[in-house]
């Protein structure tokens, strides 16, 4: 490939290229998430021991799956910035953090809702359910902990790191239905075998990538707001007198 | 297709209440999360501009 990607690794070169690619990104969400609704509703039939309940599968695991994504995302880019010392990984990872949490938040909400009908519980304290809200926990740890740090640098190294130690409880929340008896289901896909109809495979899969277009859309609109606040700071200046850098805070 | 009619629909086989609330509470959340952006985009755009 003849780009260039360390072009791209200052935040004034890719703040334009993540414009660009916001409205591809955009569209293809909205597109993957309309079929896979479709696919959902009205191609997949009813679970012949669920009933229609099990619909709610078609946000629940994409939320999910992207709530712990996006975590290993965000503290990839938090281990880039403290190991480079790049600013715009933090920002990257100061991006990612609110769509992490909104989706962490979805995938406890839609839970619930699930649970209720099948198990006949809103909540239960077992192995995925918990660390799952500790996931949430975790991302609005880091958001707050960001917000309470008026130094700029400081903050970012501190979100980052706070990030990165946070990423073991990933594998944990994805193997806890393995490790130990819980209530909740196991994997729903695996490579080699499916335990539902390929209707319903298909429109959970869609749904997936259609979340993950979003999710591309929607962190990069918000890292290019972040590039701009941040560019307001003269601090990013070459010659921003420490009276300015003050008074900008 | 499996539904007789709208109302069986939105019936969901009597978990309408669960299937939209989990629906209509995430596109709630992910159209609340565009518009926040795009007025924060709104914001620091009109204030870098009025910097320079």
């Known amino acids: ?124 304290w077992d192995a995925r359910l918990t660390s799952e809200l500790i996931l949430l926990f975790q991302y609005i740890g880091i958001i707050l902990l960001r917000a309470s740090i008026d130094d700029l640098r400081r903050a970012d190294r501190a979100s980052a790191v706070f990030a990165l130690v946070g990423v073991v409880n990933v594998p944990i929340i994805y193997f806890s239905v ?30 997936m990538l259609g979340f993950w277009m979003y999710s591309f859309a929607v962190t990069l609109a918000r890292v290019r707001c972040v590039i701009a606040e941040r560019e307001r700071q003269p601090s990013w200046g070459k010659n921003a007198s420490i009276q300015e850098v003050a008074e900008a805070r | 297709m499996q539904w007789g009619s709208a109302t069986e629909f939105f019936a969901m086989g009597g978990y309408g209440l669960y299937v939209w609330t989990s629906f209509g509470a995430t596109a ?13 985009h709104a914001s620091a755009a009109l204030e870098s501009h009025d910097r320079s």
């Open chain 1, 178 to 207: 393995r490790w130990w008896n819980t209530l909740h289901q196991g994997a729903s896909v695996s490579m080699t075998e499916s335990k539902m109809a390929a209707t319903m495979v298909t429109a959970m899969l869609i749904m």
């Open chain 1, 1 to 124: 490939m003849g780009i260039n990607w360390f072009k791209y690794s200052s935040p004034q070169a890719f703040h334009p290229l993540a414009g660009k690619m916001i409205p591809w990104f955009s569209a293809a969400a909205l597109v993957l998430i309309g079929v896979g609704l479709y696919i959902g509703f009205f191609v997949a039939p009813t679970d012949f021991q669920q009933g229609d309940a099990y619909r709610i599968i078609f946000v629940h695991v994409p939320a999910a799956w992207m709530s712990m994504f996006l975590y290993v995302v965000m503290a990839a880019w938090a281990g880039l910035g403290l190991g480079l010392n790049a600013r715009p990984s933090f920002m990257m990872t100061q991006a990612i953090a609110p769509t992490g949490a909104m989706f962490t938040f979805l995938a406890l909400l839609t839970g619930s809702m699930w649970g209720k009908p099948t198990w006949g519980a809103w909540w239960v």
């Open chain 2, 28 to 40: 709630l959340c992910m159209v609340w999360e565009v518009l926040a952006v795009w007025r924060r």
